[in-house]
């Protein structure tokens, strides 16, 4: 049982290139998240997904796109990288309306340069 | 909004020493909070939920809603404690709100 898992883990963009980070989950679960993490800031949510075919804004959606591609998979585009882009993302799942908490990939950790 | 803070962005004790997590949170209903951990560049991990009222890793937290807190104690800190913690509350639609993490380096 993987849990949550992310590819890549590591990334070095240039400013304006584009790339997708991967998130799939084996729990089926129904709900799904992309979260950054920052220094100073914790994680601040991007985008999310209640359940297959529904995609949200969070708190910090600006450059970023998703794509809820059925109920295993949640990935994270970003069209036109920018070094304020640069950041460490979680992707994490959980039961839609339960109070277990989320379970979170390993992260990918992002730099533009 | 809500808001999830956690004043204090790095906590250093000596092994053995008790040690206290401050968390305060925004909502005025009835909140589901958690606590997660994050050692060094791993991912993050569920440490306690309030509503369970367990104890893990000899941490414990008490729900406060007179004074909207939810701080992270353990009665005596090992090395092995020493990681990111983050307080996180529960928003409507099943969007977790996370302060934004404490540091806890525990001194041998």
């Known amino acids: 049982n993987a849990g949550v898992t992310q590819t890549p883990k590591f990334q070095v963009l240039k400013t304006g290139q584009s790339m997708t980070l991967q998130c799939a989950q084996d729990m089926n679960h129904n709900s799904m998240y992309w979260y950054r993490q920052d220094p100073g800031m914790g994680l601040r949510l991007i985008y999310y997904?209640?359940?297959?075919?529904?995609?949200d804004k969070g708190e910090v959606p600006n450059g970023y796109n998703v794509s809820r591609l059925n109920k295993r998979e949640f990935s994270l585009r970003l069209e036109s990288a920018a070094p304020s882009q640069t950041s460490v993302y979680f992707c994490?799942?959980?039961?839609?309306?339960?109070?277990?908490?989320?379970?979170f990939g390993s992260g990918t950790r992002l730099t533009v340069v | 909004a809500q808001r999830v803070t956690q004043p204090e962005k790095l906590l250093s004790v000596f092994k053995g020493a008790p040690v206290e997590l401050k968390c305060n949170y925004s909502y005025s209903g009835s909140p589901e909070l958690f606590w997660y951990v994050q050692y060094s560049r791993q991912r993050l991990q569920l440490l306690l939920r309030h509503i369970s009222r367990e104890s893990i890793k000899g941490f414990t937290a008490d729900l406060n809603k007179g004074e909207t807190s939810f701080h992270l104690k353990k009665p005596f800190a090992q090395e092995e404690d020493s990681a990111m913690y983050y307080c996180a509350s529960m928003e409507y639609g099943n969007k977790l709100v996370f302060g934004a993490g404490t540091i806890l380096r525990v001194k041998s």
């Open positions: 994490a799942s959980n039961v839609q309306g339960g109070s277990y908490g989320y379970t």
């Open positions: 997904s209640a359940s297959e075919g529904t995609t």
